[in-house]
């Protein structure tokens, strides 16, 4: 059973510098050569500002895991679903603040047995304080 009162619990904010490197390695190891991604001169004659983050690139963002987290069992752990709403996309040289959110926690009855489900938030801003993204994640708890 999972404590229903990690919902609400926020983070800490957390920093993250969005380096030219990371990005190119990044879609790299994703399979998108799309050369916004890796060159910045064309990136930059396309109208960004620098070499563009894929949708995905939050994933990279690792910083502490959270108490909650921490405590489950990881062999019954699942990866449910992760989406990704953009207010804006960002750019190499920003800087990112993220703050971590549990949202919801419910549970499912099903064949296999009761299964709990985490939903977590991840929120990223820019240096004005401005929301760029949000990145939604749930877990999936299988019963022991």
């Known amino acids: 059973m999972i404590d229903r009162n990690i919902i ?8 993250y510098e969005v380096e030219k490197g990371a990005i190119r390695k990044f879609a790299t190891a994703i399979g998108d050569e799309n050369p916004v991604y890796h060159n910045e001169e064309y990136a930059r004659e396309r109208g960004y500002i620098s070499l563009l983050a894929p949708l995905t690139f939050p994933t990279t963002f690792r910083g502490k895991v959270q108490d909650w987290f921490k405590s489950l069992d ?30 919801e926690v419910y549970e499912k009855s099903g064949k296999n047995g009761t299964m709990t489900f985490i939903v977590r938030d991840r929120e990223g801003y820019d240096e004005a304080d401005k929301k760029v993204f949000t990145e939604r994640s749930t877990f999936i708890v299988r019963e022991e």
């Not at 992760?82 to 804006?88: G, L, P, T, V």
């Open 74 to 103: 990881k062999n019954r752990l699942l990866h449910g679903e992760q989406e990704y709403k953009y207010e804006r996309r960002f750019y190499a040289g920003e800087k990112i603040k993220l703050i971590e959110n549990v949202v």
């Open 8 to 15: 609400g619990r926020i983070s800490t904010p957390e920093y």
